[in-house]
C-alpha cells in the first residue's frame, strides 16, 4: 500500500530523475538472475542527494507516525535498507539494527546486527520490494529474536501479487512511498516514455506475476 498518492508521484518522479530508477523498453537490462527486465532500480543512489534522501527519510518517519505504528527501534534490511534505516532512527531519536540476508559463518555467527529486545516494538525499513522473499526473511529473523514487528516501509515496490500474498501470510503491512504503476505513470506525464511502452513495461509485470 503506498503512502499518500501525492508523495507516489513526487517520488516517482525524484527516482527517474536522479536514474535510480532506469526504464528501458526497448533494450532491456539483464538481471542477475538472467531475466531481461525493461526497469532496473537502484534506489541506494538516492543518498548521493541530500534533498532527495531528506525527503525519503521525512515521509519514512511521517508515514510511521499517522499510521500508529509507535516503534521502540528501527530495523534495516541488508543492504539497501541499512543506511535508510539509520536516517530514520535518527530522525525518531531511537535504538537502530540491521538484518543480514543469513547468518555469519564467523564470529558470533549474528544474523542481526546492533541490539534488540524480546517484545521491542520494531518498524522494518528496506529500499525496494520484489517477490518480498528477502525483505519478510529480515521479519522473520526478528521475530525468532523475540521482537514484535509493527510494519516495514520501502522506498518501492514493484506491486508483484506474489509480494502481496506473501506479506498477509506473514501478517506483516507494508507502506512504500512509491510503487510500479505510480512510476509508468509518471514517466510518461514527463516524456520518459511514451504510451506505447507502458503495455510492454505491463506486460512485463504480469510476467513476473
Not at 9 to 26: D, G, N, Q, Y
Not at 80 to 92: H, K, M
Request: with cysteine.
Amino acid at each position: 500500500m503506498i503512502y499518500n498518492k501525492d508523495v507516489a508521484f513526487k517520488t516517482a518522479e525524484l527516482l527517474l530523475t536522479i536514474k535510480a530508477v532506469k526504464l528501458s523498453p526497448k533494450n532491456p537490462f539483464t538481471w542477475a538472475s538472467g531475466i531481461k527486465s525493461p526497469i532496473y532500480c537502484d534506489n541506494r543512489i538516492t543518498l548521493s542527494y541530500p534533498e532527495i534522501r531528506t525527503y525519503i527519510r521525512q515521509h519514512f518517519v511521517a508515514a510511521i507516525h499517522e499510521l500508529g505504528f509507535q516503534p521502540e527501534a528501527i530495523a534495516g534490511v541488508a543492504t539497501g535498507g541499512i543506511a535508510q534505516g539509520a536516517l530514520v532512527a535518527q530522525e525518531l531519536g531511537l535504538p537502530f539494527a540491521y538484518v543480514r540476508s543469513g547468518k555469519k559463518d564467523h564470529g558470533l555467527s549474528n544474523q542481526i546486527e546492533g541490539e534488540v529486545r524480546q517484545g521491542q516494538r520494531i518498524v522494518v525499513v528496506e529500499d525496494l520490494i520484489s517477490t518480498g522473499g528477502s525483505s519478510l526473511g529480515a521479519v522473520t529473523a526478528l521475530k525468532e529474536a523475540g521482537c514484535t514487528i509493527k510494519g516495514m516501509v520501502a522506498i518501492f515496490t514493484y506491486n508483484l501479487p506474489k509480494a502481496d500474498k506473501a506479506f498477509k501470510e506473514a501478517k506483516c503491512t507494508l507502506i512504500t512511498l512509491t510503487d510500479y504503476d505510480h512510476l509508468i505513470q509518471k514517466a510518461v506525464e514527463i516524456g520518459y516514455i511514451t504510451e506505447e511502452d507502458v503495455k510492454g513495461l505491463q506486460e512485463f509485470k504480469r510476467a513476473l506475476g
